[in-house]
Protein backbone atom coordinates (compact mmCIF):
# COMPACT_ATOMS: atom_id res chain seq x y z
CA UNK A 1 0.00 0.00 0.00
CA UNK A 2 3.00 2.23 0.64
CA UNK A 3 4.20 1.71 -2.54
CA UNK A 4 0.78 2.32 -4.62
CA UNK A 5 0.63 5.27 -2.78
CA UNK A 6 4.03 6.64 -3.17
CA UNK A 7 3.05 6.26 -6.61
CA UNK A 8 -0.08 8.36 -6.64
CA UNK A 9 1.45 11.02 -5.18
CA UNK A 10 4.56 10.93 -7.79
CA UNK A 11 1.27 10.92 -10.56
CA UNK A 12 -0.54 13.85 -9.11
CA UNK A 13 2.00 15.75 -8.81
CA UNK A 14 2.93 15.04 -12.42
CA UNK A 15 0.02 16.41 -13.74
CA UNK A 16 0.06 19.48 -11.35
CA UNK A 17 3.74 20.10 -12.88
CA UNK A 18 2.73 19.49 -16.99
CA UNK A 19 -0.45 21.18 -16.49
CA UNK A 20 -1.50 24.16 -18.73
CA UNK A 21 -3.72 26.26 -16.35
CA UNK A 22 -0.45 27.87 -13.56
CA UNK A 23 -3.31 29.22 -11.63
CA UNK A 24 -3.71 26.86 -7.94
CA UNK A 25 -6.77 27.63 -5.90
CA UNK A 26 -6.08 26.39 -2.61
CA UNK A 27 -9.62 27.80 -0.86
CA UNK A 28 -12.50 25.57 -1.56
CA UNK A 29 -15.96 27.32 -2.44
CA UNK A 30 -16.91 29.04 0.86
CA UNK A 31 -19.74 28.06 3.25
CA UNK A 32 -21.47 29.18 6.44
CA UNK A 33 -20.20 27.51 8.94
CA UNK A 34 -21.39 28.10 12.55
CA UNK A 35 -18.84 27.56 15.44
CA UNK A 36 -20.53 26.42 18.59
CA UNK A 37 -19.09 25.92 22.03
CA UNK A 38 -21.09 25.73 25.31
CA UNK A 39 -20.25 23.64 28.65
CA UNK A 40 -23.49 23.57 30.22
CA UNK A 41 -23.06 23.20 34.58
CA UNK A 42 -26.03 21.93 36.65
CA UNK A 43 -24.43 24.23 39.55
CA UNK A 44 -25.22 27.27 37.63
CA UNK A 45 -28.28 29.22 36.60
CA UNK A 46 -26.49 31.16 34.20
CA UNK A 47 -25.18 29.34 31.12
CA UNK A 48 -22.71 30.54 28.11
CA UNK A 49 -22.27 29.93 24.51
CA UNK A 50 -20.18 30.84 22.48
CA UNK A 51 -21.32 31.20 19.01
CA UNK A 52 -19.59 32.69 15.47
CA UNK A 53 -18.64 31.40 12.10
CA UNK A 54 -15.77 29.85 10.41
CA UNK A 55 -14.25 32.20 8.06
CA UNK A 56 -12.49 31.67 4.41
CA UNK A 57 -10.74 34.28 1.86
CA UNK A 58 -7.77 35.27 0.07
CA UNK A 59 -5.71 37.12 2.83
CA UNK A 60 -3.94 36.15 5.75
CA UNK A 61 -5.52 34.71 8.47
CA UNK A 62 -3.45 37.24 10.68
CA UNK A 63 -5.54 39.79 9.12
CA UNK A 64 -8.83 38.48 8.54
CA UNK A 65 -8.82 36.95 11.85
CA UNK A 66 -8.85 41.00 12.83
CA UNK A 67 -11.88 41.83 11.15
CA UNK A 68 -15.14 41.22 13.32
CA UNK A 69 -17.28 40.56 10.91
CA UNK A 70 -15.19 37.68 9.60
CA UNK A 71 -15.96 36.06 13.02
CA UNK A 72 -19.32 37.08 14.28
CA UNK A 73 -22.65 36.96 13.07
CA UNK A 74 -25.34 39.88 12.41
CA UNK A 75 -28.31 38.16 11.96
CA UNK A 76 -28.44 34.44 13.82
CA UNK A 77 -30.99 33.10 16.42
CA UNK A 78 -30.26 30.54 18.99
CA UNK A 79 -32.64 28.56 21.50
CA UNK A 80 -31.79 25.34 23.85
CA UNK A 81 -34.60 23.17 23.97
CA UNK A 82 -34.98 20.76 27.06
CA UNK A 83 -36.30 17.24 26.39
CA UNK A 84 -37.71 14.66 28.90
CA UNK A 85 -38.37 11.29 27.76
CA UNK A 86 -38.27 13.09 24.41
CA UNK A 87 -40.71 15.19 24.99
CA UNK A 88 -40.54 18.63 24.86
CA UNK A 89 -40.75 20.55 28.27
CA UNK A 90 -38.68 24.06 28.04
CA UNK A 91 -37.43 26.33 25.56
CA UNK A 92 -34.67 29.01 26.25
CA UNK A 93 -33.80 31.72 24.20
CA UNK A 94 -29.99 31.96 23.98
CA UNK A 95 -29.49 36.02 24.41
CA UNK A 96 -26.77 38.26 23.17
CA UNK A 97 -24.51 39.06 26.47
CA UNK A 98 -25.10 43.20 27.30
CA UNK A 99 -21.45 43.32 28.85
CA UNK A 100 -19.31 40.14 27.86
CA UNK A 101 -15.63 40.16 30.18
CA UNK A 102 -13.21 41.57 28.04
CA UNK A 103 -10.59 39.44 26.36
CA UNK A 104 -7.00 39.10 26.45
CA UNK A 105 -5.05 40.07 23.41
CA UNK A 106 -4.76 37.92 20.78
CA UNK A 107 -4.54 36.98 17.29
CA UNK A 108 -8.13 37.25 16.87
CA UNK A 109 -9.87 40.38 17.21
CA UNK A 110 -11.09 41.46 20.15
CA UNK A 111 -13.60 44.43 19.06
CA UNK A 112 -16.94 43.38 18.67
CA UNK A 113 -16.62 40.29 20.63
CA UNK A 114 -20.26 38.86 21.11
CA UNK A 115 -21.28 36.04 23.92
CA UNK A 116 -24.42 34.46 24.45
CA UNK A 117 -26.47 33.19 27.29
CA UNK A 118 -29.02 31.51 28.45
CA UNK A 119 -30.58 31.13 32.51
CA UNK A 120 -32.33 27.99 33.38
CA UNK A 121 -32.29 25.65 36.10
CA UNK A 122 -30.76 22.67 34.75
CA UNK A 123 -33.07 19.06 35.08
CA UNK A 124 -30.62 16.08 35.61
CA UNK A 125 -32.73 13.77 33.70
CA UNK A 126 -33.26 15.73 30.50
CA UNK A 127 -31.18 16.38 27.84
CA UNK A 128 -30.47 19.49 25.75
CA UNK A 129 -30.95 20.39 22.15
CA UNK A 130 -29.41 23.79 21.17
CA UNK A 131 -30.81 25.01 17.77
CA UNK A 132 -28.52 28.07 15.69
CA UNK A 133 -30.38 29.36 12.83
CA UNK A 134 -29.02 31.49 10.01
CA UNK A 135 -31.37 32.82 6.90
CA UNK A 136 -31.41 30.45 4.30
CA UNK A 137 -28.78 28.04 5.79
CA UNK A 138 -29.48 24.73 7.32
CA UNK A 139 -30.13 24.85 11.23
CA UNK A 140 -26.88 23.94 13.45
CA UNK A 141 -27.59 21.74 16.14
CA UNK A 142 -26.23 19.77 19.20
CA UNK A 143 -27.53 17.88 22.15
CA UNK A 144 -26.12 16.78 25.45
CA UNK A 145 -27.10 14.90 28.42
CA UNK A 146 -25.97 16.42 31.75
CA UNK A 147 -23.01 14.90 34.20
CA UNK A 148 -24.67 13.42 37.35
CA UNK A 149 -25.09 14.26 40.67
CA UNK A 150 -21.77 13.33 42.91
CA UNK A 151 -20.36 14.60 46.59
CA UNK A 152 -16.21 14.94 47.62
CA UNK A 153 -16.00 12.09 50.45
CA UNK A 154 -12.96 13.42 51.19
CA UNK A 155 -11.52 16.27 52.75
CA UNK A 156 -14.22 17.03 54.70
CA UNK A 157 -12.72 18.51 58.09
CA UNK A 158 -12.45 22.04 58.28
CA UNK A 159 -8.91 20.99 59.61
CA UNK A 160 -6.70 20.54 56.43
CA UNK A 161 -3.97 18.56 56.74
CA UNK A 162 -1.44 19.19 53.77
CA UNK A 163 1.98 18.84 56.10
CA UNK A 164 2.74 14.94 55.43
CA UNK A 165 3.75 14.13 51.56
CA UNK A 166 0.48 13.38 50.17
CA UNK A 167 -3.02 13.36 50.83
CA UNK A 168 -5.71 11.05 49.86
CA UNK A 169 -8.30 12.82 47.67
CA UNK A 170 -12.01 11.19 47.37
CA UNK A 171 -15.48 11.34 45.47
CA UNK A 172 -18.26 9.87 43.83
CA UNK A 173 -18.88 8.58 40.58
CA UNK A 174 -21.34 10.44 38.91
CA UNK A 175 -22.90 9.55 36.09
CA UNK A 176 -21.24 10.13 32.40
CA UNK A 177 -18.05 12.25 34.58
CA UNK A 178 -15.00 10.69 33.00
CA UNK A 179 -12.46 13.55 33.42
CA UNK A 180 -11.90 15.70 36.67
CA UNK A 181 -10.35 18.97 37.30
CA UNK A 182 -9.76 20.02 40.54
CA UNK A 183 -9.09 23.68 41.81
CA UNK A 184 -7.67 25.08 45.01
CA UNK A 185 -7.93 28.77 46.22
CA UNK A 186 -5.14 29.75 48.85
CA UNK A 187 -6.51 33.11 49.69
CA UNK A 188 -3.97 35.15 52.12
CA UNK A 189 -3.67 38.48 53.35
CA UNK A 190 -0.62 40.70 52.15
CA UNK A 191 1.00 43.42 54.84
CA UNK A 192 3.29 46.07 54.27
CA UNK A 193 6.34 46.27 56.37
CA UNK A 194 6.36 49.79 57.28
CA UNK A 195 2.47 50.05 57.12
CA UNK A 196 0.62 47.41 59.02
CA UNK A 197 -2.72 49.10 58.07
CA UNK A 198 -1.87 48.54 54.46
CA UNK A 199 -3.00 45.22 53.67
CA UNK A 200 -4.51 43.47 50.82
CA UNK A 201 -6.13 39.73 50.72
CA UNK A 202 -5.09 37.71 47.25
CA UNK A 203 -5.65 34.40 46.32
CA UNK A 204 -3.69 31.54 44.12
CA UNK A 205 -5.27 29.01 42.36
CA UNK A 206 -3.78 25.60 41.68
CA UNK A 207 -5.26 23.41 38.99
CA UNK A 208 -4.73 19.83 38.42
CA UNK A 209 -6.46 17.21 36.25
CA UNK A 210 -7.32 13.78 36.63
CA UNK A 211 -8.89 10.84 34.05
CA UNK A 212 -9.30 7.63 35.78
CA UNK A 213 -8.87 4.39 33.98
CA UNK A 214 -11.59 2.39 35.92
CA UNK A 215 -14.12 4.01 37.29
CA UNK A 216 -15.49 1.84 40.95
CA UNK A 217 -18.62 3.60 43.13
CA UNK A 218 -15.68 5.60 45.09
CA UNK A 219 -12.93 7.55 42.90
CA UNK A 220 -9.55 8.27 44.86
CA UNK A 221 -6.33 10.79 44.37
CA UNK A 222 -3.09 11.16 45.64
CA UNK A 223 -2.99 14.55 46.04
CA UNK A 224 1.16 15.35 46.02
CA UNK A 225 1.20 18.12 48.80
CA UNK A 226 5.55 18.07 47.21
CA UNK A 227 3.92 19.15 44.29
CA UNK A 228 1.52 22.00 45.54
CA UNK A 229 3.90 23.53 47.83
CA UNK A 230 6.56 23.99 44.98
CA UNK A 231 3.80 25.41 42.66
CA UNK A 232 3.20 28.22 45.13
CA UNK A 233 7.09 28.54 45.94
CA UNK A 234 7.42 28.61 41.82
CA UNK A 235 4.51 31.26 41.59
CA UNK A 236 5.29 33.64 44.76
CA UNK A 237 7.68 36.44 44.72
CA UNK A 238 9.89 36.80 47.14
CA UNK A 239 8.86 40.60 47.96
CA UNK A 240 10.91 41.99 50.84
CA UNK A 241 8.33 44.73 51.54
CA UNK A 242 5.43 42.68 52.72
CA UNK A 243 4.44 39.61 54.90
CA UNK A 244 1.97 37.41 54.23
CA UNK A 245 -0.80 35.86 56.64
CA UNK A 246 -2.97 32.57 55.74
CA UNK A 247 -6.56 32.76 55.98
CA UNK A 248 -8.27 30.06 54.14
CA UNK A 249 -8.36 27.33 51.64
CA UNK A 250 -11.01 26.82 49.27
CA UNK A 251 -11.61 24.08 46.93
CA UNK A 252 -13.98 22.93 43.57
CA UNK A 253 -14.13 19.62 41.82
CA UNK A 254 -15.56 19.99 38.11
CA UNK A 255 -16.04 16.56 36.53
CA UNK A 256 -16.58 16.97 32.69
CA UNK A 257 -18.78 14.69 30.28
CA UNK A 258 -17.69 11.56 28.48
CA UNK A 259 -17.94 13.98 25.50
CA UNK A 260 -16.08 16.92 26.57
CA UNK A 261 -13.42 14.21 27.62
CA UNK A 262 -13.47 12.42 23.58
CA UNK A 263 -13.15 16.05 22.78
CA UNK A 264 -9.78 16.75 24.83
CA UNK A 265 -8.27 13.43 23.93
CA UNK A 266 -8.52 14.39 20.14
CA UNK A 267 -7.14 17.93 20.76
CA UNK A 268 -4.24 16.87 22.80
CA UNK A 269 -0.83 17.18 21.63
CA UNK A 270 0.72 14.61 19.80
CA UNK A 271 4.40 13.62 19.92
CA UNK A 272 4.55 11.94 16.76
CA UNK A 273 5.71 13.22 13.59
CA UNK A 274 1.88 13.04 11.75
CA UNK A 275 0.85 16.12 13.10
CA UNK A 276 -2.88 16.31 11.58
CA UNK A 277 -5.66 15.00 13.75
CA UNK A 278 -9.18 14.21 12.79
CA UNK A 279 -12.20 17.20 13.74
CA UNK A 280 -14.06 16.04 16.63
CA UNK A 281 -17.50 18.03 16.80
CA UNK A 282 -21.08 17.06 18.19
CA UNK A 283 -22.64 20.07 16.18
CA UNK A 284 -24.71 19.09 13.04
CA UNK A 285 -24.32 21.49 9.98
CA UNK A 286 -21.69 23.05 12.10
CA UNK A 287 -18.06 22.21 14.55
CA UNK A 288 -17.37 23.04 18.11
CA UNK A 289 -18.53 21.02 21.12
CA UNK A 290 -22.15 21.55 23.06
CA UNK A 291 -21.62 19.29 26.48
CA UNK A 292 -21.61 19.55 29.98
CA UNK A 293 -19.83 19.77 33.29
CA UNK A 294 -20.83 19.57 36.96
CA UNK A 295 -19.22 22.14 39.98
CA UNK A 296 -19.44 20.65 43.47
CA UNK A 297 -17.51 21.65 46.55
CA UNK A 298 -16.63 20.57 49.63
CA UNK A 299 -19.88 20.55 52.16
CA UNK A 300 -21.42 19.23 55.25
CA UNK A 301 -23.16 16.01 54.31
CA UNK A 302 -25.83 17.51 56.67
CA UNK A 303 -26.26 20.73 55.90
CA UNK A 304 -24.82 21.53 52.48
CA UNK A 305 -23.08 24.32 53.20
CA UNK A 306 -19.42 24.62 51.94
CA UNK A 307 -16.56 23.86 53.94
CA UNK A 308 -14.06 26.64 53.93
CA UNK A 309 -10.87 25.02 54.92
CA UNK A 310 -8.20 26.11 57.38
CA UNK A 311 -4.53 24.65 58.08
CA UNK A 312 -3.98 22.27 60.85
CA UNK A 313 -0.97 22.96 63.18
CA UNK A 314 1.89 21.26 60.83
CA UNK A 315 0.19 22.39 57.38
CA UNK A 316 0.62 26.47 58.68
CA UNK A 317 4.29 25.29 59.53
CA UNK A 318 4.68 23.77 56.34
CA UNK A 319 3.36 27.14 54.77
CA UNK A 320 6.29 29.38 55.91
CA UNK A 321 9.35 26.53 56.56
CA UNK A 322 9.18 24.57 53.85
CA UNK A 323 11.98 24.73 51.37
CA UNK A 324 9.82 26.20 48.44
CA UNK A 325 8.10 28.37 50.79
CA UNK A 326 11.02 29.77 52.41
CA UNK A 327 11.65 33.31 51.61
CA UNK A 328 8.02 33.34 50.16
CA UNK A 329 7.29 35.61 53.44
CA UNK A 330 4.58 33.86 54.66
CA UNK A 331 4.46 34.23 58.52
CA UNK A 332 3.11 32.22 61.00
CA UNK A 333 1.62 33.82 64.64
CA UNK A 334 0.96 31.95 67.56
CA UNK A 335 0.49 33.48 71.11
CA UNK A 336 4.15 33.54 72.34
CA UNK A 337 5.62 35.26 68.87
CA UNK A 338 5.69 35.68 65.20
CA UNK A 339 8.11 33.61 62.68
CA UNK A 340 9.19 33.35 59.11
CA UNK A 341 11.65 31.83 56.88
CA UNK A 342 14.07 33.95 55.47
CA UNK A 343 17.89 32.79 53.71
CA UNK A 344 16.91 28.95 55.16
CA UNK A 345 16.75 29.97 58.90
CA UNK A 346 13.93 30.78 61.04
CA UNK A 347 13.72 33.90 62.52
CA UNK A 348 11.45 34.90 65.43
CA UNK A 349 10.41 37.98 66.93
CA UNK A 350 7.59 39.21 70.06
Not at 285 to 299: I, K, M
Request: with cysteine.
Amino acid sequence: MARKHSLFTLGFIAVILTSCNNELKVNAPWRDIPVIYALLDPAQDTHFVRIHKAFLGDKPVTEMASIPDSLYYTNMTAVVEEYVDKQLTRTFPVLLHPNPPRLNPGIFTTDGYKLYYFNAQLNNNATYKIIVSRPGEPDAMATTTLVGPYRIVRPVTQQLNLAGRSSDFAWTKPDRGTIFTWELDLYYLEQKVNNPLDTVTKVITYVFNHEPTNFPAQLNYTFSTDQYFAFLGANLDSDPSVYRFFRRMRMRLVAGHETMAQFIKVNAPTGGIVQERPLFTNVENGVGLFSSRRTVVPSNINTGQEIVFDFDQGTQIRLYSDPAMCGKRFVRVTAVDSCICQDGNIVCWR
